[in-house]
């Protein structure tokens, strides 16, 4: 009976002991490639060297990722200048459509001067050949800054003085001379206003007349009339005329057109 208190007081002390706590893990020692953090367990040398870094499928995403974007930014790039392309060639088209109404139109309401009657004379003991051209404006506007200059050709070679005073002229001239407005629709010559007289610049026998009267074109009246439409534009007449063999007056093969 003694002996079981005893033995019961040393069970209870057993079972009264304090729990056992484990022991911390040790910290992290800089330099020991067996340990890791604070769990890291023994490991070998390649294991070790590999851990914490990015595996090859993370360097595959990134790749992958970049390429995407260079695509993306590509296409993106291919289509605004194709966008851009088709927006300058738009804003073309439109401005050459715009010009072409533009000059349509400057053709259709422009004026048109020709020289509508011719008349050939001479004064008393006056050796000089005179000749009158009228203008007539056929167009739909006015022509204006109008200016006429030309010269009465006389002889066996007149075609080619005729030619010759054609191409020294300029295709404007100065403005300070400019000075004519012939309004459009007048038929009747004696109301627009406008003459020029034209001369030889040499004095003309009567014998050499009657010598001119008998071939065509032994006399011959050239003119070039510049004018303007309201718009600026620059246009000019070229005339030339002359009595034929026959009688009838006639134009000269060339240096009849209206530019």
């Not at 002996?3 to 002390?13: E, I, L, M, T, V």
């Not at 010559?189 to 065509?216: E, F, M």
Request: net charge neutral; proline share 7%.
């Amino acid at each position: 009976m003694k002996g079981k208190p005893y033995q019961n007081r040393k069970k209870q002390a057993k079972h009264n002991k304090p729990p056992v706590v484990p022991p911390a893990n040790p910290p992290a020692i800089e330099g020991d490639k067996n340990v890791v953090g604070h769990s890291c367990k023994p490991c070998s040398d390649s294991v070790c060297e590999h851990r914490g870094k990015p595996t090859h499928w993370t360097a595959y995403a990134e790749a992958i990722c970049a390429l995407a974007l260079v695509v993306i930014t590509g296409t993106y790039t291919y289509y605004a200048k194709q966008q851009a392309g088709a927006a300058i060639a738009a804003t073309t088209n439109a401005t050459e459509t715009l010009n072409t109404v533009k000059k349509q139109f400057d053709t259709d309401q422009r004026p048109y001067v020709i020289v509508a009657k011719i008349e050939f004379h001479s004064l008393p003991n006056d050796p000089t050949v005179y000749a009158d051209v009228k203008p007539l404006n056929y167009g739909k506007s006015p022509a204006i800054h109008v200016l006429t200059t030309g010269e009465v050709f006389e002889g066996q070679n007149t075609m080619a003085a005729v030619d010759s005073f054609f191409s020294g002229l300029p295709e404007k001239p100065s403005e300070e001379n400019w000075n004519n407005v012939i309004p459009p629709g007048i038929v009747d010559l004696d109301k627009n206003g406008v003459r020029t007289t034209l001369r030889t610049h040499h004095s003309v026998g009567q014998d050499a007349l009657k010598a001119d009267a008998k071939i065509d074109f032994g006399i011959v009246a050239a003119s070039r009339t510049w004018y303007q439409d309201i718009s600026g534009n620059q246009y000019w007449t070229d005339f030339c005329s002359g009595p034929i063999a026959s009688g009838a007056m006639g134009f000269c093969a060339k240096h009849n057109e209206i530019r």
